[in-house]
T-cell receptor, first 113, second 118 residues
Framework: GQQVMQIPQYQHVQEGEDFTTYCNSS?????IQWYKQRPGGHPVFLIQ?????EVKKQKRLTFQFGEAKKNSSLHITATQTTDVGTYFC?????????????FGKGTKLSVIP | EPEVTQTPSHQVTQMGQEVILRCVPI?????FYWYRQILGQKVEFLVS????????KSEIFDDQFSVERPDGSNFTLKIRSTKLEDSAMYFC????????????????FGPGTRLTVL
């Protein structure tokens, strides 16, 4: 079945440093979504990327979708303590018109003040 | 802002007992989902529901699991005979469209029910 892999599993950064998490799918994706889960919280939608090579920005966050639509990245510039949490990428299932989201294992970000 | 709600927030049960987890999706959404997350692990898809029937389910969603939309607002997950390994956080989610579409299909997650099976 489809697999979504994410690295690194953990990242500890000093406040103000940059952070990047990478996501790779075993299959081509129609779209990819990114979610953030704060400690003890639930996943919260950040963004969806649809087009090959698409780049979207949200303030200090930059999201990219690869040309082959099999990989994606999230980059945070100048991390803040409010960025703490686990960042998941998620893609739809491999079947046509799939109703499920397959999540990566997530990257847990710790920010040292 | 509309949100998905779930009850209870924490459920403790004995192995072999039946549990029902409840969710109220966002009112104008058409697609409903259950996910689970074992502590410290990734979010795993269980089942999706559309037009009053299951549209897709994972290997985890075996005969012990069932879903129901008993009225116009509630969406429930029943586990018939709980096992120790069912202990996890269960998230309900809803969306306007399904993930396989390229158009906007953000999933809104509820706060979760923490299920502890003893």
């Amino acid at each position: 079945g489809q697999q979504v892999m994410q690295i690194p599993q953990y990242q500890h950064v000093q406040e103000g440093e940059d952070f990047t998490t990478y996501c790779n799918s075993s299959t081509t994706l129609s779209n990819i979504q990114w979610y953030k889960q704060r400690p003890g919280g639930h996943p919260v939608f950040l963004i969806q990327l649809v087009k090959s090579g698409e780049v979207k920005k949200q303030k200090r966050l930059t999201f990219q979708f690869g040309e082959a639509k099999k990989n994606s990245s999230l980059h945070i510039t100048a991390t803040q303590t409010t960025d703490v949490g686990t960042y998941f990428c998620a893609g739809p299932g491999s079947g046509a018109g799939s109703y499920q989201l397959t999540f990566g294992k997530g990257t847990k970000l710790s920010v040292i003040p | 802002e509309p949100e998905v709600t779930q009850t209870p927030s924490h459920q403790v049960t004995q192995m072999g007992q039946e549990v029902i987890l409840r969710c109220v999706p966002i009112s104008n959404h058409l697609y409903f989902y259950w996910y689970r997350q074992i502590l410290g692990q990734k979010v795993e898809f269980l089942v999706s529901f559309y037009n009053n029937e299951i549209s897709e389910k994972s290997e985890i969603f075996d005969d012990q699991f069932s879903v129901e939309r008993p009225d116009g607002s509630n969406f429930t997950l029943k586990i018939r005979s709980t096992k120790l390994e069912d202990s996890a956080m269960y998230f309900c989610a809803s969306s306007e469209a399904y993930p396989g579409r390229s158009s906007y299909n953000e999933q809104f997650f509820g706060p979760g029910t923490r299920l502890t099976v003893l």
